[in-house]
């Protein structure tokens, strides 16, 4: 089992920026596929990037070169440095765990974070 919980977010003025955090715990080795989704109010759950245990990055369209996912692998974190951020980026973004490696094996999930509200607002 993998456990998420996910801090950093808050309220910031359209044109700011903020690092989201997330830090996993539970019994395992290593974790494979880390990411980043978000969901609005009325809207359903959306992709924003992912990463593996790499390094290898994918970004949804819209968020590519405002945003930056990264991770420590070692300390099982994970971030995302969200940069000129719009209103319409305001959502709860969630962490998310694709797979776990543990005992010789993988263990499938997906496992998530309670999620941190963001909000983009003068």
């Known amino acids: 089992q993998v456990h998420l919980v996910e801090s950093g977010g808050g309220l910031v003025q359209p044109g700011g920026s903020l690092r989201l955090s997330c830090a996993a715990s539970?019994?395992?080795?290593?974790?494979?596929?880390m990411g980043w989704y978000r969901q609005a109010p009325g809207k359903e759950r959306e992709l924003v990037a992912t990463?593996?245990?790499?390094?290898?990055?994918e970004y949804a369209r819209s968020m590519k070169g405002r945003f930056t996912i990264s991770r420590d692998s070692n300390r099982n974190l994970l971030y995302l440095q969200m940069n000129s951020l719009e209103p319409e980026d305001t959502a709860v973004y969630y962490c998310?765990?694709?797979?776990?490696?543990?005992?010789?094996?993988?263990?499938?999930?997906?496992?998530w974070g309670q999620g941190t509200q963001v909000t983009v607002s003068s």
């Open positions: 990463i593996t245990f790499g390094g290898y990055s």
């Open positions: 998310n765990a694709k797979d776990y490696f543990d005992n010789g094996r993988w263990y499938s999930g997906p496992y």
């Open positions: 539970g019994m395992f080795f290593s974790i494979g596929v």
